[in-house]
């Protein structure tokens, strides 16, 4: 999703992809500053949440994507990509990061205050 950066902060964008590596209804788990994201692209709109179900800690990279909600693969819980909160109970939720297109690059930076191993 691409978002606005704050006036005060600047965001630590880092490339993680091609908008060509990624098509359409799908997702892949990449890195950004040691911390694993799940990138999916929704109809060619790029979304990036964490990577980490908070369920059992099951890879949402790898889940099934159904237009704008993923399904965790371990246990099938399901989020939404654009908001991070889970489908049936907004009390779970995973952090969503900021995502930007830099030419054919696809631009990630963590949320501020995102604890980084």
């Known amino acids: 999703m691409e978002t606005d ?4 902060k600047q965001l630590d964008f880092v490339t993680v992809a091609k908008r060509d590596d990624l098509q359409p209804g799908t997702g892949r788990i990449v890195e950004v500053h040691g911390v694993w994201i799940a ?3 929704v109809d060619g709109t790029f979304y990036a949440i964490d990577n980490t179900c908070p369920h059992a ?3 949402l990279g790898e889940g099934r994507l159904d237009g704008t909600i ?3 693969p371990w246990h099938g819980w399901k989020f939404s990509v654009v908001s991070g909160r889970r489908e049936g109970n907004p009390d779970f939720e995973v952090a969503c990061c900021h995502v930007r297109i830099d030419g054919d690059s696809v631009q990630v930076a963590l949320p501020h205050g995102f604890v980084t191993p």
């Open 57 to 59: 800690g099951g890879p």
């Open 5 to 8: 950066t704050p006036p005060t």
């Open 39 to 41: 990138l999916f692209n």
């Open 70 to 72: 993923v399904e965790c």
